[in-house]
């Protein structure tokens, strides 16, 4: 087994044996930017626990630093998140997820394409149970994605998956794009394609063999397909841009315009941010570091409206 992967899933392990996670995360070094994710939607109940102790519901348009920190959703329950590499994610209800590393380059000030990474980064989470949809971007050079559980790890690119995590298999369906996943027993991992499933099992004597890959099958394939979408559709409407000085927020390429976000921050005060704010500021920030913002995105060219008189409607 690679010793990466081994160091990191035991310190992943450790943590879901203790329960509420509280890891202290340096400030981002000079030259970074501070991973965020942007809450794009909330079914039900959806928490997050922050690094350094307090817990905070999740609300849509609510901004927090990423890294170190967990998210739990309850039963029933949903929430999209659309980190600041755009990526984004849903979880399903009564999943547990600890975000172990996100790190991330600069971003550039303007954006050319959404379907595009805006700056090489370093993802890595651990998902303790439940169901989790990951679409990606298109990854920039050197930039990694990756998804451990208890039974494995799976390294994503491009792609558009779902992981679902039992107490003895964790199941990976993927819809588009490939991917990686390894075992403790299968150093050198199996390559997943599009519309193929790995199941990784706990290794048990007289068991199954603890990897197996086979196609979606057809019964799951629209419930899955129905999950992804979420995160599909909610990384197209909302991008992160770095705060510029006054008056130079940010814009994007093909004649769209764009809206800032309102948001709630950590501290539960409500805000409307402009591409100057500071509300997105993290007290741990370095002077360094790149602050970022989230912005929607407005249609360069709304629908008209028409008002039909009921004289003309037939009947």
Same mark, same amino acid.
């Given at each position: 087994m690679p010793t990466g992967f081994r160091h990191i899933l035991l310190y992943a392990l450790l943590l879901a044996a203790?329960?509420?996670? !509280?890891?202290?995360?340096?400030?981002?070094?000079?030259?970074? !930017?501070? %991973?965020?994710? =942007?809450?794009? @939607?909330?079914?039900?109940?959806?928490?997050? =626990?922050?690094?350094? %102790?307090?817990? =905070?519901? +999740? *609300?849509?348009? &609510?901004?927090?630093?990423?890294? #170190?920190? $967990?998210?739990?959703?309850g039963p029933n329950a949903s929430v999209t998140l659309v980190f600041s590499n755009s990526t984004s994610v849903t979880c399903a209800g009564d999943t547990r997820l600890h975000i172990l590393k996100f790190s991330q380059q600069p971003l550039k000030p303007n954006v050319t394409d959404l379907d595009d990474e805006p700056s090489a980064s370093q993802m890595q989470v651990f998902v303790d149970r439940g169901t989790v949809s990951v679409t990606t971007p298109n990854l920039a050079a050197g930039s990694?994605?990756?998804?451990?559980?208890?039974?494995?790890?799976?390294?994503?690119?491009?792609?558009?998956?779902?992981?679902?995590?039992?107490? @003895? $298999?964790?199941?990976?369906?993927? +819809?588009?794009?490939d991917a990686t &996943?390894?075992? $403790?027993?299968?150093?050198? #991992?199996?390559?997943?394609?599009?519309?193929?499933?790995?199941?990784?099992?706990? $290794?048990?004597?007289?068991?199954p063999e603890p990897i197996e890959v086979q196609p979606i099958p057809t019964v799951q394939l629209a419930q899955l397909t129905a999950l992804a979408a979420d995160a599909s559709m909610a990384r197209k409407m909302v991008y992160f841009a770095p705060?510029?000085?006054?008056?130079?927020?940010? /814009?994007?390429?093909?004649? &769209? /315009?764009?809206?800032?976000?309102?948001?709630?921050?950590?501290?539960?005060?409500?805000? *409307?941010?402009? #591409?100057?704010?500071?509300?997105?500021?993290?007290?741990?920030n370095s002077s360094n570091s790149q602050n970022l913002q989230p912005v929607q995105l407005v249609p360069a060219n709304l629908p008209t409206e028409f008002i039909v008189s009921p004289a003309r409607i037939g009947g």
């Open positions: 203790v329960g509420t996670i !509280a890891v202290s995360a340096a400030s981002p070094a000079p030259g970074k !930017a501070t %991973g965020k994710f =942007y809450v794009a @939607s909330v079914h039900g109940s959806a928490d997050i =626990y922050i690094k350094d %102790g307090p817990i =905070y519901p +999740l *609300t849509p348009k &609510a901004v927090f630093s990423a890294e #170190g920190n $967990e998210i739990v959703t990694s994605c990756t998804w451990f559980t208890a039974q494995g790890q799976i390294s994503i690119r491009d792609v558009q998956a779902v992981i679902e995590v039992k107490p @003895s $298999e964790t199941i990976v369906s993927m +819809l588009s794009g &996943a390894r075992t $403790e027993t299968l150093d050198g #991992g199996v390559r997943l394609q599009q519309g193929q499933q790995v199941v990784m099992r706990n $290794e048990i004597s007289g068991q705060v510029t000085a006054a008056g130079a927020g940010p /814009t994007l390429a093909g004649g &769209a /315009t764009v809206a800032a976000a309102k948001t709630k921050s950590t501290d539960n005060s409500t805000s *409307t941010s402009t #591409g100057a704010s500071s509300v997105f500021d993290d007290n741990s």
